[in-house]
């Protein structure tokens, strides 16, 4: 059984950073391409980042880019997300999501496995 959880998330302020994890099992983590999706209240589900199977290729959304770093670690089937210099309008539910492809991926139907997301929340 194939499972993603994410943690990490919580309320902050403006300015603030936070680093999200999302540990997985049940699957050969190193042979796939993981994301960051995020969705806020009444909004499609959006790409944040996303990083190939041994992460040297990194793709990431213009609203992120150069503050938000997608990483992993194929020893400890975990994918982390450091956010810094956070904004109010980067408060969602942030989910991780597996292809089951060594290649990067920004859309959602791209991506096969799910976790149940972490919220966070950035008050200004």
């Known amino acids: 059984q194939v499972r993603l959880v994410e943690s990490g998330g919580g309320l902050v302020q403006a300015g603030d950073s936070l680093r999200l994890s999302c540990a997985a099992s049940?699957?050969?983590?190193?042979?796939?391409?993981m994301g960051w999706f995020r969705q806020a209240p009444g909004k499609e589900r959006e790409f944040v980042a996303t990083?190939?199977?041994?992460?040297?290729?990194?793709n990431y959304a213009d609203s992120v880019k150069g503050r938000f770093t997608i990483s992993r670690d194929n020893a400890k089937n975990t994918v982390y997300l450091e956010m810094n210099s956070l904004k109010p309008e980067d408060t969602a539910v942030y989910y991780c999501?597996?292809?089951?492809?060594?290649?990067?991926?920004?859309?959602?139907?791209?991506?096969?496995?799910w976790g149940q997301g972490t919220q966070v929340t950035v008050s200004s």
């Open positions: 049940g699957l050969t983590f190193s042979d796939y391409a």
């Open positions: 999501g597996s292809r089951r492809a060594p290649q990067v991926a920004v859309t959602p139907r791209e991506y096969y496995y």
């Open positions: 990083i190939s199977w041994r992460g040297a290729i990194k």
